[in-house]
């Protein structure tokens, strides 16, 4: 056995072994056997649309005495919730955003957070006895900017389908879910998941630090929705630390959410923890539901999104028939295809919409199948970044191995 402090000691003298979640089960794929004595710790990390998410702000607007308190608040557009402080007559607000809070169908709170991250001016309006007040900020303006997730790194999602005739307006759905049985979406990251790595939550609980949105931040319990056998967990982290690429607006056909990510190093102190980072694809259980009550009717297994599939999806300019409207732009739930370069790989999040709304078929990649009731369900829509979350274990991987990010225990458990 180890200890957390062990492992911190070794990580200051840069002597600890770090693997990402993926290179570990690559290297005993491939026949090594690896003991608690070999690895210290194993980066693991997701992304994807996480709808509870929020922003807490606190941002300067007009000169004191100005007015009295914020009755309404808008940020580029985006309706926010002022309080609980009234600062009175300081000319400022506290206020919290909602990630699934919107200005309009095209640009929510997710797309917010990732401009307020960027440095990106914001606009910022307030409403109070029948007068308005506004005027452009950015972060470095804000003394107090953090974000919090109500629920985040569900251990396991997963896929919808649409059983009925009539497409389905959803979330899950980037112009509707059609049917019957005629294409899938899904969500989670599979085998590199944090919770899937540590089922039994032997290492993460109240306290870990982590990465949120690429920024450093820490577990402060489980989230809503959670339970026993399908936890997730809430986390806050300070937004001036975050990454703009880890993070962002994604709309669905029905109106924009919010994608988040989480990175989260696993100690490996002992047996019981690292069996349970060996877990593979094939033998975690994606449950399948029926788009219109949600209810799981079948399952299969993670193996069927991410197994010999295409994590990113490829663009080639000479198969372009160069549309007068292109629809994949159109469509593109990040905003990351422009017709005549192709994809922005700092907002392509992988989901696989453009393949199929292209006529020339100029995007590529093999998003798989699911197998479900002795149909092949084609895979049309991925809400979940498995590309974005190796790389987020990556940079996990090489803070801790540049000495710049050490490990914190658990305070509690989460359940």
């Not at 649409?162 to 019957?180: A, E």
């Not at 989480?262 to 449950?287: E, G, K, M, W, Y």
């Not at 199948?369 to 274990?393: G, H, Y």
Request: proline share 6%; aromatic share 6%; net charge negative.
């Amino acid at each position: 056995m180890k200890t957390i402090d062990e492992i911190n000691k070794k990580i200051t003298t840069g002597t600890a072994v770090v693997y990402t979640a993926a290179e570990l089960k690559k290297s005993v794929a491939a026949g090594e056997e690896i003991t608690v004595a070999d690895v210290d710790v194993v980066t693991t990390g997701t992304f994807g649309v996480m709808s509870g998410t929020l922003a807490i702000l606190h941002i300067p607007v007009a000169p004191p005495g100005s007015f009295r308190s914020a009755e309404k608040v808008w940020l580029n557009g985006v309706p926010a919730i002022p309080g609980p402080c009234p600062n009175e007559g300081l000319g400022s607000v506290d206020l919290a955003v909602y990630g699934t809070s919107r200005a309009d169908n095209s640009y929510g709170g997710g797309h917010l957070f990732r401009d307020i991250v960027a440095g990106n001016e914001v606009k910022i309006e307030v409403e109070s006895a029948g007068m308005r007040y506004s005027r452009t900020t950015t972060i470095d303006e804000m003394d107090h900017a953090r974000l919090v997730t109500t629920r985040s790194a569900f251990r396991n999602y997963l896929a919808v389908i649409n059983t009925g005739p009539d497409p389905v307006q959803t979330i899950f759905s980037v112009k509707g879910l059609t049917g019957p049985y005629r294409e899938a979406s899904v969500s989670g990251c599979g085998d590199i998941n944090p919770l899937q790595n540590d089922p039994d939550l032997n290492a993460i609980g109240i306290g870990t630090r982590i990465l949120l949105n690429g920024g450093v931040g820490y577990i402060m319990g489980t989230g809503t929705r959670s339970s026993a056998t399908n936890p997730n967990v809430a986390a806050f982290a300070e937004m001036k630390s975050m990454v703009p690429e880890m993070m962002g607006g994604f709309i669905t056909s029905l109106g924009p959410e919010c994608t988040t990510s989480v990175a989260i190093p696993i100690p490996v102190l002992d047996d019981s923890i690292l069996r349970n980072l060996l877990i593979t694809n094939d033998q975690i259980s994606l449950p399948v539901a029926d788009v219109r009550d949600r209810l799981p009717f079948a399952a299969t297994s993670y193996a069927d999104v991410w197994d010999d599939t295409d994590m990113v999806i490829a663009f080639s300019s000479d198969s372009c028939i160069r549309c007068e409207a292109c629809k994949s732009a159109l469509l593109c739930p990040t905003g990351a295809i422009d017709p005549v370069s192709g994809i922005d790989a700092t907002r392509c999040v992988n989901c696989g919409t453009c393949i199929r709304e292209c006529p020339g078929g100029a995007f590529t990649g093999n998003l798989g199948a699911l197998s479900v009731d002795n149909r092949k369900i084609p895979l049309t829509l991925r809400q979940s970044d498995r590309s974005r979350a190796m790389r987020l274990c990556e940079h996990l991987k090489t803070r801790i191995l540049d000495r710049k990010f050490t490990l914190c225990g658990k305070l509690e458990n989460l359940r």
